[in-house]
């Protein structure tokens, strides 16, 4: 059966399905949740240990994020399982965001192996906190998440004139305006 839509039929239909990925972006609102406060919680953290208990193992509050990519891996198998309809724009969100996770893994490999190491890590960080929420926002037309892709992409051109210690605070501030603050406002819109 062939449908044929009218120019103003295809535009109504590429809203909804925008609406409806928005709305499930809003129940999934728990990974920019989640991702960003157990985030902000280890760079605050990292921050307290190193600058003000002067802790030489101050990096191993990332250790927070092994059992958060579990979380999010059982938590995504059992919605995938519950709900089988795909939409284009879900699909490439989750195309975007296995990227990115994939690129800060690699990026994190890169940065331990190279010659300096972590004091150079947070201005590429913030960089790409940036660029997933920007496009996410651009996708989804969601205002929050293209604000919070600017203002990131600011804060990591701000971090390279600053010392990696208060890079740490930047990188706070790029996932509290790029992650939680968005989230919160996608699981407000939902309900």
């Not at 760079?43 to 193992?57: A, S, T």
């Not at 997933?132 to 990591?156: A, C, D, N």
Request: a positive charge; charged letters at 10%.
């Amino acid at each position: 059966m062939e449908n044929n839509f009218s120019p103003q039929q295809s535009l109504d239909l590429i809203q909804e399905m925008i609406s409806k990925t928005k709305a499930n972006l809003g129940e999934n609102s728990i990974y920019f949740l989640l991702w960003g406060w157990v985030t902000f919680l280890a760079i605050i953290g990292q921050f307290f240990l190193k600058v003000v208990l002067g802790n030489e193992h101050h990096y191993l509050v990332w250790l927070l994020t092994i059992p958060t990519a579990i979380i999010t891996i059982i938590y995504s198998a059992r919605r995938h399982n519950k709900h089988k309809v795909k939409t284009y724009i879900g699909e490439s969100m989750s195309y975007l965001w296995t990227g990115i996770g994939i690129s800060f893994f690699i990026l994190s490999m890169i940065i331990s192996n190279s010659s300096g190491g972590w004091a150079n890590a947070w201005p590429f960080f913030i960089l790409m906190y940036g660029l997933g929420t920007f496009v996410s926002g651009m996708i989804l037309k969601f205002r929050p998440l293209v604000i919070g892709g600017v203002i990131s992409w600011v804060l990591s051109l701000v971090s390279v004139f600053v010392a990696f210690d208060y890079q740490l605070l930047l990188a706070a501030a790029a996932i509290l305006s790029s992650y939680i603050i968005p989230g919160h406002l996608l699981r407000s819109n939902n309900k």
